[in-house]
């Protein structure tokens, strides 16, 4: 399954990346652009040396079972002849490699695995390998913070949803308009704001009027894990019937205990 489309700028030179079976695949085409406008003789004349064919085919051996090796040695033992002249297609063709891969269309063009690929800048250009190395960690990094405030978003709207369902068959009574259910359900979100951060969306809204978003959009990894397992308890209280005065109370209680409990934890971890 091949997933398009991420883009890194490398020195002034635009670089393709596509997922491929959850691998990256970095366009070798932009890579050449760095050097030459005839990308494909690039690719090419990389391709027919002796040493290129040789890391190609030990990473195929790695990591694709159906690598066809007799096909391979008869490369190695041409490869670096005056004769020998090899493409990415007819390499991909006659050994079913998987580490190279020929794209057609608007964003063709040879893209290979970021292993290979890393292997071809520093044939390019040393200093584009490094340079193309801290881009692409650049691009992984903002990748996992994006996957991991998108896991705790996820998180948050599971609760919320279990949440509002306790809210709906033990505190709504029948018969309710819409707008008086979102009032409740408002004043429920609003019992865990003031036992987490000691006011309601509304008195932090009117407190930092230039920021966007809601209050918790700002809390901190600790303050979403303490919320996570109120919305939790306060689901539990709810379905048992307990007063909201009393559960406010209790929210707050545990708010406190946990966060000191999440507070040493890092502490004794910033320590070690």
């Known amino acids: 399954m091949i997933k398009m ?39 090419g004349n990389w391709m027919r040396n002796r040493n290129t064919i040789e890391f190609l085919g030990i990473w195929e051996t790695l990591y694709n079972p159906s690598f066809k090796p007799l096909e391979f040695e008869g490369f190695r033992k041409e490869a670096g002849l005056n004769a020998f002249t090899m493409s990415p297609l007819k390499w991909t063709t006659s050994t079913e490699a998987i580490g190279l891969v020929v794209k057609s269309g608007r964003y063709g063009g040879t893209f290979a695995h970021k292993d290979i690929a890393f292997k071809f800048a520093s044939w390019i250009s040393i200093e584009f390998e490094l340079y193309i190395v801290k881009e692409f960690q650049r691009l992984k990094e903002e990748e996992q913070k994006h996957l991991g405030w998108s896991a705790k978003r996820e998180l948050a709207r599971i609760n919320y949803h279990i949440h509002t369902a306790a809210i709906k068959q033990n505190l709504i009574p029948k018969e309710l308009s819409a707008a008086q259910t979102s009032v409740i359900y408002a004043n429920e979100a609003d019992v865990l704001n003031m036992a987490m951060f000691g006011l309601t969306a509304k008195q932090w809204r009117e407190t930092n009027p230039r920021l966007k978003g809601n209050i918790r959009d700002y809390a901190s990894i600790n303050e979403l894990i303490c919320l996570t397992n109120m919305e939790n308890l306060n689901s539990l209280f709810i379905n048992e019937k307990i007063p909201q005065e009393e559960r406010l109370v209790r929210l707050n209680q545990i708010a406190i205990q946990q966060m000191s409990v999440l507070l040493d934890v890092e502490n004794r971890r910033f320590l070690k």
């Open 5 to 43: 489309n991420k883009k890194i700028n490398v020195k002034n030179t635009e670089v393709v990346i596509i997922t491929i079976n959850n691998g990256d695949y970095i366009s070798l085409t932009d890579i050449a652009k760095f050097k030459t406008d005839d990308t494909s003789a690039a690719i």
